[in-house]
């Protein structure tokens, strides 16, 4: 209404818009195109979306009976690579109604061992190892890539619980450095536009594009072969590691009381749980292969030495719900040698990799007796 006197004094109207007529018909077609483009790409989504996320709103979506066939040129991994997930979602052997002893793996990327070929990932290797002393055991892999112990209490709550395995080994920290809560995209409170976002698949593929960029700047989900002679280095002062360190400690609490709450759960459901501390290459020493300095190479926005100390905060709060739980916990880190034929990345295993991991799992859940044969029916 306030416009009227301005129309009636000759200071407002039509005319004195800078775009023309015919520039506003012009924006308006485009407007329309985008929007019908739009509509398109949505139902070609909903059709197939090869950009699909594995969470959703709080929901995994398991990739259940898919098959990945490709070529790869990364020493120390197979040059075909072939990775099946079965009727679960999972690596390994289809479920069965037997009296198996069932254990199930969960962690990230470095569980889910995405770049090994079928058999070779180190869940699968530790199967077949215990198979040969325990013949009832039945192992899958239930580790996703870029999962955290937000993702882990998730899958447990929605998938795991509900297979009644007799055991959980579970290998977590890496994916929580500096993570106190899940992405605001991933929460769900049943509100009209979220509801909306969960039918939508284009929004959310474009968030799930975002999100992968963000994770690949953190160095954390980069999956691709480094010749750690030629990465970059970075030089830290003790005070600049000093400081880092001490940003990352507020998010060492939120995920101990995560791990609790795991621990919680499979305790509920007379699920034993083992915690195994996560091992990457990066450290305060020298590469066993090349020689090179591992403390000083640059991933992400710090150095290798800094990142590993920040790893060995998150094992150490593992080792410590562990001990307050009364759960087994193996060291993993501390037994894997600085080797850079055993990691393709810094983070991610080769085969060589995942045998030796395999390996001193095995060792140590033998001799701590803490697989046991179930008793038949």
């Excluded at 709550?157 to 994916?175: A, E, F, H, S, T």
Aim: hydrophobic share 40%; proline share 4%.
């Amino acid at each position: 209404m306030f416009l009227v006197p301005l129309f009636k004094m000759g200071l407002f109207n039509l005319t004195s818009f800078p775009i023309p007529l015919h520039h506003m018909r012009l924006a308006w077609k485009v407007l329309r195109l985008i929007l019908l483009i739009a509509i398109c790409l949505e139902i070609a989504l909903h059709i197939y979306n090869p950009f699909s996320g594995r969470v959703k709103n709080g929901e995994i979506i398991l990739p259940k009976n898919e098959k990945y066939e490709t070529e790869l040129s990364v020493p120390g991994l197979d040059q075909h690579l072939i990775h099946t997930k079965n009727s679960l979602g999972f690596r390994g052997e289809e479920p069965n109604d037997s009296n198996a002893t069932k254990i199930i793996c969960m962690g990230g990327s470095t569980t889910e061992c995405f770049y090994l070929s079928d058999g070779k990932d180190w869940p699968n290797v530790l199967g077949a190892k215990l198979k040969k002393v325990n013949p009832s055991v039945w192992l899958n892999n239930a580790g996703m890539d870029g999962q955290s112990s937000h993702g882990n209490l998730q899958m447990l709550k929605q998938y795991i619980v509900q297979l009644k395995p007799d055991y959980i080994i579970l290998m977590c920290g890496l994916n929580d450095m500096s993570l106190d809560k899940p992405n605001r995209f991933d929460e769900y409170s049943g509100k009209w536009y979220q509801k909306l976002y969960n039918f939508l698949e284009l929004p959310s593929t474009i968030v799930n594009i975002i999100r992968a960029d963000k994770a690949k700047k953190t160095d954390l989900n980069h999956q691709a072969f480094q010749d750690i002679s030629k990465m970059e280095t970075l030089d830290m002062s003790d005070t600049q590691i000093l400081h880092r360190l001490e940003a990352e400690q507020p998010y060492i609490g939120p995920y101990k009381d995560r791990i609790r709450e795991f621990a919680d759960i499979c305790a509920a459901n007379n699920i034993k749980l083992i915690f195994v501390a996560q091992s990457i290459l990066f450290s305060d020493e020298k590469d066993l292969m090349t020689n090179v300095d591992l403390g000083k190479l640059k991933t992400g926005d710090i150095n290798g030495k800094t990142r590993s100390f920040i790893l060995k905060m998150y094992n150490k709060s593992t080792s410590d719900v562990a001990d307050e739980k009364g759960l087994p916990f193996i060291n993993l880190a501390a037994r894997l040698p600085k080797d850079s034929r055993l990691f393709y990345d810094g983070y991610h295993f080769t085969n060589d990799g995942a045998d030796l991991a395999a390996e001193m799992i095995f060792d140590a859940l033998v001799s701590q007796n803490l697989i046991k044969e179930k008793k038949s029916k």
